[in-house]
């Protein structure tokens, strides 16, 4: 033991007992008091210096203090008064005991001046002073209520023999600063007189004392008590942190949660957060009777095991009349159940295994705050102390009140944002194919994400089949988010169908979107909406025959092209303006695209997020699609995976693959046709023998009257040259008459009397679809079988 151990000093005696009520140390001041050295001592039960004792210790929870009569070595008795209390040694423990008896006062190295003296024992302010060995030589009554001790038997302890809590260390520790330095020192601690339910704040001044000679001789500790101010400061901190904290994000689950954890343990050693389910309509009921359904979405604990219920986060708890969750939401307040006055008891008389959590936890005080925004009870947060002896005051509930209506507004803001994101997506998914077509001319694989944070947008793409076998490709992006942007993407997307459906050339088909954006805007102006409306667009038409793509956009992102076994690369084509501006002109670019060659088409919120470069984005882009040799599906998702950044995308994406795959040759038949009537019966043969090749007999009837009725159309009204084509593959064959005449044939029904007229209704009722192409050299007239239905 070191000879200037604090605990061996001969002014006070100590002794410290064991959780089994036996002696492990004795001081020499212990020594000096009962006569008992050490060694005869310790390890013997603490009990047995009891003057008139017959069984254990009687071992204090906190702190005890009183006077105790105890056996002198010599056989004779000595009373004393003891202080002893409860304190925590290092390390996990059940604990120990440290009894103290303050011994006679000796004279002290104090300054000896009337006017210390009168300042220490005569300020209305609690006032102690130690001495040089940190011995407490003197309090006022002040003081010594503060401690909840007698002044008379104070004298000779130290800090820490007054109370074992972490704030006696940290004054010990001050104290010697002060000793050490000779400046004042001032501190903040919390202390809870024995007759007070709640601790105080108290400020404490650490004046040192000094002799004539200036010599630091003692301190002088004088505490403020300001708790009032203190818990002002503490309940607007909470508030201030409820502010930042609470609705980081539009998520209801997680603004929940940041409730839970902003009022643990600062208001609560438990709250939990339940809502009450949405009516159908969307909204939930604005007030309830017993008993009520609600689903918790959050809580919170100090402890790993909840000791309020053991219900999880998702589970739906029905809770019954006289409990404080459906009571306050039935009154519309806030309701505070003391656990000791018996609020509970109805409640947890037909609950017994809530009832036995309770009392397993020590649960006194539950306070239930309904959780009520712009009108509407949207459920309850409920919050319960078993940790902290204080029950609720009426500061507490207001300052519950407080931070629970901004949570409210917060889960409200987030529910309603769910809502409407759920609507905007169902009515984007809605509005973009459920499936790709499949056709022979191409191979497709989409992919759409909603933005992670802003929300639903207007990304859209398309496949549409077009005559002759050829495939137009479009994907597009609607300036904004919201159900708004998602309208607009709609109506842009049915133009394009039935822009596509009338077989005009890309650049003629942006040039016509572009007019109808102008119109949307104009609508949009006399609305209270916006007034703008802005899209970008890329619209591309493959040919399986030719094999060559013409491509068009209209302020988007150029499409990349895969080609077989090669190094993905954008397609340099004309940049367009975006639609809206109205009064420029886009053109087109056409290339020669070998078969299984790869297209990717994509909008901007694939490739740009916040703190990245864009450049960057392509050149992932790029990478994750070299080599796209496998299933598409699989391309999309490496792509998905490889160039969004972490944490989702911060616009929509949209991603259209298509391999193209080139119609073979022998699929394909082409007659030169002579402006002659008298020829069509042997072109009428030559197309029979073509289909007896094709081993499409099944179908020669219908294909013979067909290509009859189109090739002599041709000749009456048409001008030369004139061109038959006849393409098929395995579902359809498809009969195109081409002429130089630019003047589109009409479908009419031919009155009784007339010669003529029910040509194109003929081929109108014979075949799967047909229409008109108008070319730079003309028309193409053309009709589809389906070959199934031939069979």
């Given at each position: 033991m070191r000879a200037d151990d604090p605990f061996d000093d001969a002014v006070t005696a100590r002794a410290v007992i064991a959780a089994d009520g036996t002696l492990t140390r004795w001081s020499e001041g212990a020594r000096l008091l009962l006569g008992h050295r050490p060694e005869e001592v310790v390890g013997r039960p603490a009990a047995d210096l009891l003057a008139d004792s017959t069984g254990p210790l009687p071992l204090p929870e906190d702190r005890w203090s009183g006077t105790l009569v105890l056996r002198h070595r010599d056989g004779g008795t000595v009373s004393a008064w003891v202080l002893a209390h409860h304190r925590q040694p290092s390390g996990d423990g059940p604990g120990e005991w440290l009894a103290v008896t303050p011994l006679e006062a000796t004279d002290h190295d104090l300054p000896d001046d009337p006017l210390v003296r009168k300042a220490v024992f005569q300020s209305p302010c609690a006032t102690m002073v130690f001495d040089q060995g940190l011995r407490l030589r003197g309090v006022n009554d002040a003081m010594a209520r503060l401690l909840g001790l007698p002044a008379d038997h104070l004298r000779g302890l130290r800090p820490?023999?007054?109370?074992?809590?972490?704030?006696?260390?940290?004054?010990?520790?001050?104290?010697?600063?002060?000793?050490?330095?000779?400046?004042?020192?001032?501190?903040?601690?919390?202390?809870?007189?024995?007759?007070?339910?709640?601790?105080?704040?108290?400020?404490?001044?650490?004046?040192?004392?000094?002799?004539?000679?200036?010599?630091?001789?003692?301190?002088?500790?004088?505490?403020?008590?300001?708790?009032?101010?203190?818990?002002?400061?503490?309940?607007?901190?909470?508030?201030?942190?409820?502010?930042?904290?609470?609705?980081?994000?539009?998520?209801?689950?997680?603004?929940?949660?940041?409730?839970?954890?902003?009022?643990?343990?600062?208001?609560?050693?438990?709250?939990?957060?339940?809502?009450?389910?949405?009516?159908?309509?969307?909204?939930?009921?604005?007030?309830?009777?017993?008993?009520?359904?609600?689903?918790?979405?959050?809580?919170?604990?100090?402890?790993?095991?909840?000791?309020?219920?053991?219900?999880?986060?998702?589970?739906?708890?029905?809770?019954?009349?006289?409990?404080?969750?459906?009571?306050?939401?039935?009154?519309?307040?806030?309701?505070?159940?003391?656990?000791?006055?018996?609020?509970?008891?109805?409640?947890?008389?037909?609950?017994?295994?809530?009832?036995?959590?309770?009392?397993?936890?020590?649960v006194h005080a539950i306070l239930s705050v309904p959780l009520q925004a712009r009108g509407t009870t949207l459920g309850v947060a409920a919050f319960a102390r078993f940790s902290q002896p204080e029950a609720f005051t009426h500061d507490d509930v207001l300052l519950a009140e407080e931070v629970t209506a901004r949570a409210a507004v917060c889960i409200d803001n987030a529910r309603r944002y769910s809502r409407e994101r759920e609507t905007t997506l169902t009515l984007q998914r809605s509005l973009l194919p459920r499936t790709l077509p499949r056709t022979a001319a191409l191979e497709a694989a989409s992919r759409y994400l909603p933005a992670a944070r802003s929300g639903v947008g207007g990304d859209w793409f398309d496949v549409i089949p077009l005559s002759g076998m050829r495939v137009a490709m479009v994907v597009g992006d609607v300036v904004g988010h919201g159900i708004q942007a998602s309208a607009t993407m709609g109506r842009l997307r049915t133009a394009v169908r039935t822009l596509a459906d009338i077989d005009l050339a890309p650049d003629e088909l942006l040039t016509h979107l572009d007019d109808l954006v102008l119109h949307l805007s104009e609508e949009a102006a006399g609305d209270s909406g916006p007034g703008e409306v802005g899209a970008t667009c890329l619209y591309a038409v493959y040919d399986p025959v030719s094999r060559r793509c013409t491509l068009?956009?209209?302020?988007?992102?150029?499409?990349?092209?895969?080609?077989?076994?090669?190094?993905?690369?954008?397609?340099?084509?004309?940049?367009?303006?975006?639609?809206?501006?109205?009064?420029?002109?886009?053109?087109?670019?056409?290339?020669?695209?070998?078969?299984?060659?790869?297209?990717?088409?994509?909008?901007?919120?694939?490739?740009?997020?916040?703190?990245?470069?864009?450049?960057?984005?392509?050149?992932?882009?790029?990478?994750?699609?070299?080599?796209?040799?496998?299933?598409?599906?699989?391309?999309?998702?490496?792509?998905?995976?490889s160039v969004l950044a972490p944490g989702g995308a911060t616009d929509d994406v949209a991603l259209l693959l298509a391999?193209?795959?080139?119609?073979?040759?022998?699929?394909?038949?082409?007659?030169?046709?002579?402006?002659?009537?008298?020829?069509?019966?042997?072109?009428?043969?030559?197309?029979?023998?073509?289909?007896?090749?094709?081993?499409?007999?099944?179908?020669?009837?219908?294909?013979?009257?067909?290509?009859?009725?189109?090739?002599?159309?041709?000749?009456?009204?048409?001008a030369p040259p004139i061109r038959l084509r006849l393409i098929h593959d395995e579902a359809t064959l498809i009969c195109e008459v081409s002429d130089a005449n630019h003047t589109a044939p009409h479908l009419r029904r031919a009155k009784t009397w007339d010669e003529g007229g029910r040509g194109l209704l003929l081929v109108a009722q014979l075949t799967q679809r047909w229409g008109t192409r108008h070319t730079a050299e003309g028309k193409t007239i053309w009709a589809e079988l389906t070959l199934a239905d031939m069979e």
């Open positions: 820490t023999d007054i109370g074992g809590r972490a704030q006696h260390s940290e004054l010990e520790r001050q104290l010697r600063h002060v000793l050490r330095t000779g400046r004042p020192h001032d501190m903040q601690t919390h202390m809870k007189a024995r007759a007070e339910a709640h601790p105080h704040a108290w400020l404490a001044r650490l004046a040192p004392l000094t002799d004539r000679s200036g010599r630091v001789r003692g301190v002088c500790v004088t505490a403020h008590d300001f708790t009032e101010q203190y818990r002002t400061r503490e309940r607007l901190l909470l508030v201030n942190e409820a502010s930042s904290r609470i609705g980081t994000t539009l998520d209801v689950t997680r603004t929940a949660q940041e409730l839970a954890e902003v009022c643990v343990p600062a208001l609560a050693d438990f709250v939990s957060v339940e809502l009450l389910e949405p009516e159908d309509g969307g909204e939930a009921p604005g007030r309830l009777t017993p008993p009520v359904s609600l689903r918790r979405v959050a809580r919170q604990a100090l402890t790993r095991d909840t000791p309020s219920d053991s219900a999880q986060v998702g589970e739906v708890i029905v809770y019954p009349e006289n409990s404080p969750q459906a009571d306050s939401l039935a009154a519309g307040h806030s309701i505070v159940a003391s656990v000791p006055a018996g609020d509970l008891d109805s409640w947890l008389s037909e609950d017994e295994t809530q009832a036995r959590r309770i009392e397993k936890f020590g068009s956009r209209a302020g988007h992102p150029p499409p990349v092209l895969i080609p077989p076994g090669g190094t993905a690369h954008h397609l340099e084509l004309p940049s367009g303006p975006p639609l809206g501006l109205g009064g420029l002109p886009f053109e087109s670019a056409e290339f020669e695209l070998a078969d299984d060659s790869v297209l990717a088409f994509y909008t901007d919120g694939l490739v740009t997020s916040r703190g990245r470069d864009p450049d960057q984005g392509e050149v992932l882009l790029l990478e994750a699609l070299s080599g796209a040799s496998g299933p598409l599906d699989e391309t999309c998702d490496r792509v998905l995976n391999r193209l795959r080139g119609l073979p040759s022998s699929q394909v038949a082409t007659w030169d046709i002579p402006a002659d009537p008298a020829l069509v019966a042997p072109i009428r043969k030559q197309v029979l023998d073509q289909l007896a090749a094709w081993e499409l007999t099944e179908a020669s009837f219908t294909a013979e009257l067909v290509v009859s009725e189109l090739v002599t159309n041709a000749i009456r009204y048409g």
